[in-house]
């Protein structure tokens, strides 16, 4: 499977625990986005990164969230101490390059449940 | 501030009629307008795009149309088949950056 891969698919946490959500972006593809989606709402942007830098975080809350897209391995969004208001999908995308446009390729997303 | 609006959050229509799902925009500096389309527990799936030096864009069944003095974008779907049911979600971009901004989707079902 040549897409956007984004493990795991359902991620439960407890209030105060950490998630951690995975993305490995289509091959060939060095640009990676997060958004997250609310219930009943469209997908806002979370960061944009490339490889070992982040570009623009300005959509991602100042605590408790981070993200990372090291020179190997997956791109990681990882919550801190998580609440319940944190319960969203979240959904990652790839694209080639940046400077001109092109559309991004969504995977199937991580649904997190804080309980 | 939500800079793409999708002021109709549901939309039906009889298999083989034509759908015409619309999208508003505030940000002026807009300059790249795509159609996401979305299947539950799915992420959402490219459809279709427009950059602002033309105002139509046509793909089989699917067409998008830009009205950039009235900040207005549609996409029209004809004939409408019962797979096209789904969300639909306008999006858009500025200068270059794939960075993109959503609406809210429109939940399109088709009636066979």
């Known amino acids: 499977n040549a897409g956007v891969m984004q493990n795991p698919r359902h991620l439960v946490r407890r209030r105060g625990q950490e998630a951690r959500l995975r993305c490995s972006p289509m091959k060939g593809h060095s640009h990676v986005y997060w958004y997250r989606q609310l219930p009943e709402e469209g997908l806002k942007f979370m960061v944009y990164l490339q490889k070992e830098n982040i570009i623009d975080e300005s959509g991602m809350p100042k605590e408790r969230f981070s993200a990372e897209f090291p020179k190997e391995g997956p791109s990681i969004l990882r919550i801190q101490q998580v609440v319940r208001g944190d319960s969203a999908a979240y959904f990652c995308?790839?694209?080639?390059?940046?400077?001109?446009?092109?559309?991004?390729?969504f995977g199937n997303g991580t649904r997190l449940t804080v309980t | 501030d939500q800079q793409v609006k999708q002021n109709s959050p549901s939309l039906s229509v009889q298999e083989g009629r034509i759908s015409i799902l619309n999208c508003d925009y505030t940000?002026?500096?807009?300059?790249?307008f795509l159609w996401y389309k979305k299947y539950p527990a799915e992420g959402p799936t490219f459809l279709i795009s427009?950059?602002?030096?033309?105002d139509k864009n046509e793909d089989g069944r699917f067409t998008v149309f830009l009205n950039k003095s009235a900040k207005h974008l549609s996409l029209h779907i004809v004939p409408s088949q019962p797979g096209d049911s789904a969300v639909y979600f306008c999006a858009a971009s500025a200068g270059g950056a794939n960075n993109l901004f959503f609406g809210t989707g429109t939940r399109l079902t088709v009636i066979p």
């Open positions: 427009i950059s602002s030096i033309k």
């Open positions: 940000n002026s500096m807009f300059d790249y």
């Open positions: 995308a790839s694209s080639p390059l940046e400077g001109f446009h092109s559309p991004l390729h």
